[in-house]
T-cell receptor, first 112, second 112 residues
Framework: DQQVKQNSPSLSVQEGRISILNCDYTNSMFDYFLWYKKYPAEGPTFLISISSIKDKNEDGRFTVFLNKSAKHLSLHIVPSQPGDSAVYFCAAISPGNTPLVFGKGTRLSVIA | SQTIHQWPATLVQPVGSPLSLECTVEGTSNPNLYWYRQAAGRGLQLLFYSVGIGQISSEVPQNLSASRPQDRQFILSSKKLLLSDSGFYLC???????????FGPGTRLTVL
């Protein structure tokens, strides 16, 4: 049973427009959510996170929104740039010494 | 600052040969350590995690094993590789802040 789902395997966006990547989860015990960005043949790098007590966190061009009632979060990238082309993983964690749970990723392609 | 090393960066091995991938973390103590695999076109699959020396939790039954002989060393092994073991192997760690996980550069394994 997948606890973290990224239902869109891929997304194409024009440069300068907004990219919206979505993530759904099923475990109500998750209290922290993270987004990672991964280029081919490299390890994922941390991008942005949000605590379950917040509904929005912003860092430059990146904003993560959390809707706890819908068990849904999204990552907004504005404006999108060609260098943003990568695979984006949503991850969630519950309190205690437990591993992160990752979604399967969404491949974002930003077209110039 | 903390850094995580993985080697080798790439590896080509014949079916049936043994495997040993090494991961070491610097600049922290008592980290939680993780091994993930990303198979072609798939997400991040957690293979093993360790909360301390000699403590290994296996998430997925397979012909791989993990060991943690030292606090900051995590080793992924196999006695006989299968074709299906090909993939991109990632080591990761978390410190006392359980909601921050950092990844190594990865090892690309090709089994022929």
């Amino acid at each position: 049973d997948q606890q973290v789902k990224q239902n869109s395997p891929s997304l194409s966006v024009q440069e300068g427009r907004i990219s919206i990547l979505n993530c759904d989860y099923t475990n109500s015990m998750f209290d922290y959510f993270l987004w990672y960005k991964k280029y081919p043949a490299e390890g994922p790098t941390f991008l942005i996170s949000i605590s379950s007590i917040k509904d929005k966190n912003e860092d430059g061009r990146f904003t993560v929104f959390l809707n706890k009632s819908a068990k849904h979060l999204s990552l907004h990238i504005v404006p999108s740039q060609p260098g943003d082309s990568a695979v984006y993983f949503c991850a969630a964690i519950s309190p205690g010494n437990t591993p992160l749970v990752f979604g399967k990723g969404t491949r974002l392609s930003v077209i110039a | 600052s903390q850094t995580i090393h993985q080697w080798p960066a790439t590896l080509v091995q014949p079916v049936g040969s043994p495997l040993s991938l090494e991961c070491t973390v610097e600049g922290t103590s008592n980290p939680n350590l993780y091994w993930y695999r990303q198979a072609a076109g798939r997400g991040l699959q957690l293979l093993f995690y360790s909360v301390g020396i000699g403590q290994i939790s296996s998430e997925v039954p397979q012909n791989l094993s993990a060991s943690r002989p030292q606090d900051r060393q995590f080793i992924l092994s196999s006695k006989k590789l299968l074709l299906s073991d090909s993939g991109f192997y990632l080591c990761a760690w978390t410190g006392f802040k359980y909601n921050e996980q950092f990844f190594g550069p990865g090892t690309r394994l090709t089994v022929l």
